[in-house]
């Protein structure tokens, strides 16, 4: 009875993890503004700044990954792979939230040491949809730190807490 | 158990990982260039302005410069508690602990190195869309060193994931092992 709702849990852990990746994904992918600026318009989309494209690929890797993750039985020896595997993704989840965190903080505040203006009064919708999708992010990598505590415990556990 | 094979293994990577991150970090703290541009020139009286570049100009740098700190100090915590620790049976806590504070600490070396790497990138190309100007063809020793920090930063990344992953599989070894004798007693 323990084992099961303890396997439900980190199904719940799982799927709750990948819901917040793929909306993380999803919420950059679609912001897109159009803005009229003097004579020109321009057009301010996910693709024009590295760090936000690199923020899509790797949340749709880790979609992925939570994706195929749901469906491994309990009983395969793949368990104690998915522990490392759950390091590695945790990792690019981190990176590529601090890069876009980095990218966006520029946009929002500029940096007047370098002469760079901030964007984000020109295209309000964009800054606000990236800023959703990076709170999205947030949650999927606080998902995915919970789930790597939680996959190390159910793989070294039960002989750890009776032998300590 | 002192002297095995994985004793050796890890205190060697994290020797080196601790080396690694504390260059980082310190090569990215004394990174300053000056330099005096030509801004106007009123007759024939050019007026010259002094420009700094300084690391703290830029808050994905100073959040590199404390995470690398952070990681190299929680390195050096582990080695010297790993040579001064000879005790012939290991506790288990002691290494579930270890084996999580090394995955923290990979994660957040992770973040460090990322964030100044494409702040880097914006430096180094600029932004044709938000009109952002690249500032390393006028600031070329500042990138230099700027470059030289993040590709140490990186070895200390990759060589943190190695360690949290020899921890880890030390820890599932020895609870083999005393799941193995537990199951023989009884």
């Known amino acids: ?64 990954y939570s994706f195929l993750v749901l469906f491994l039985p309990e009983k395969s020896l793949l368990w104690k792979f998915i522990v490392v595997l759950d390091l590695v993704m945790t990792m690019l989840l ?35 949809q990236v800023t959703g999708a990076l709170i999205a ?23 750890l807490l009776q032998k300590s | ?48 302005a002094s420009l700094t570049a300084k690391f703290q100009h830029a808050p994905a740098f100073v959040f590199f410069v404390i995470a690398n700190v952070m990681v190299s100090f929680h390195n050096l915590f582990m080695i010297v508690l790993q040579i001064f620790n000879r005790k012939p049976e290991i506790k288990c806590f002691n290494l579930l602990s270890v084996a999580i504070l090394d995955m923290l600490n990979a994660t957040l070396a992770s973040a460090g190195a990322n964030a100044a790497a494409f702040m880097a990138e914006l430096g ?30 990186f070895i200390g990344l990759i060589l943190m994931l190695i360690i949290a992953a020899v921890s880890i599989s030390r820890l599932l070894i020895h609870s083999n092992k005393s799941a193995a004798a537990t199951s023989s007693n009884t």
């Not at chain 1, 004579?39 to 494209?53: G, H, N, Q």
């Not at chain 2, 158990?1 to 004394?30: D, N, P, Q, Y």
């Not at chain 2, 190309?125 to 930063?153: T, V």
């Open chain 1, 1 to 64: 009875m323990v084992k099961l709702t303890k396997r439900i849990g980190g199904l719940v852990l799982r799927l709750a993890a990948f819901g917040a990746a793929l909306a993380a994904l999803i919420v950059m992918v679609t912001s897109r503004e159009r803005a009229s600026f003097l004579a020109l318009s321009l057009e301010a989309r996910y693709t024009d700044m590295a760090a936000f494209k690199y923020f899509v690929i790797a949340n749709a890797v880790v979609s992925v």
């Open chain 1, 94 to 128: 981190t990176s590529s939230l601090s890069a876009a965190l980095a990218v966006a903080l520029i946009g929002k505040k500029g940096n007047a040491n370098a002469g760079w203006l901030p964007i984000c009064g020109q295209v309000p919708k964009f800054c606000d």
């Open chain 1, 137 to 159: 992010g947030f949650v999927a990598l606080v998902l995915y730190v919970l789930l790597l505590l939680y996959s190390l415990h159910s793989v070294v556990d039960p002989f």
């Open chain 2, 1 to 48: 158990m002192a002297r095995e094979k994985s004793w050796k293994l890890l205190l060697g990577l994290r020797i080196f990982a601790f080396m690694a991150t504390l260059a980082a970090a310190i090569v990215m703290a004394l990174n300053k260039e000056t330099k005096t541009l030509v801004v106007a020139t009123i007759g024939t009286i050019p007026i010259k």
């Open chain 2, 124 to 153: 180094k190309n600029g932004n044709k869309h938000a009109k952002w100007n690249k500032i390393c063809d006028q600031f070329a020793i500042y990138c230099d060193h700027g470059s030289g920090a993040l590709i140490a930063a």
